[in-house]
Nanobody, 116 residues
Framework: QVKFVESGGGLVQPGGSLRLSCAAS????????MGWYRQGPGKERELVAS???????SYVNSVKGRFTISMDKAKKEVYLQMNNLKPEDTAVYLC??????????WGQGTQVTVSS
């Protein structure tokens, strides 16, 4: 069983910043990548950013230049620094871990609301 502890969500004004954190624990011997997805109201879940064990990062176009993903692979922790937030970034952000069998595990999500 894999457990996640996510934190850092909240309410912020447009142009503000938030930092999301996620710590994974449990029956994980190794993994290929961690990342953050989001699901806004009435929208499908989308990949926001991911990072492999080797450090290769990937971002959805809408957040490039504003969001930065990082990871402490020894601690199985992943972080998402979000700057210059926009109302369209409002969503539930979910932590993801993909293990070496390409199985996906999900956190419960943390709400990010960008509003004035």
């Amino acid at each position: 069983q894999v457990k996640f502890v996510e934190s850092g969500g909240g309410l912020v004004q447009p142009g503000g910043s938030l930092r999301l954190s996620c710590a994974a624990s449990g029956s994980i011997f190794s993994f290929n990548a961690m990342g953050w997805y989001r699901q806004g109201p009435g929208k499908e879940r989308e990949l926001v950013a991911s990072i492999t064990r080797g450090g290769t990062t990937s971002y959805v176009n809408s957040v490039k230049g504003r969001f930065t993903i990082s990871m402490d692979k020894a601690k199985k922790e992943v972080y998402l620094q979000m700057n210059n937030l926009k109302p369209e970034d409002t969503a539930v952000y979910l932590c993801n871990l993909r293990d070496t069998l390409d199985l996906n595990y999900w956190g419960q999500g943390t709400q990010v609301t960008v509003s004035s």
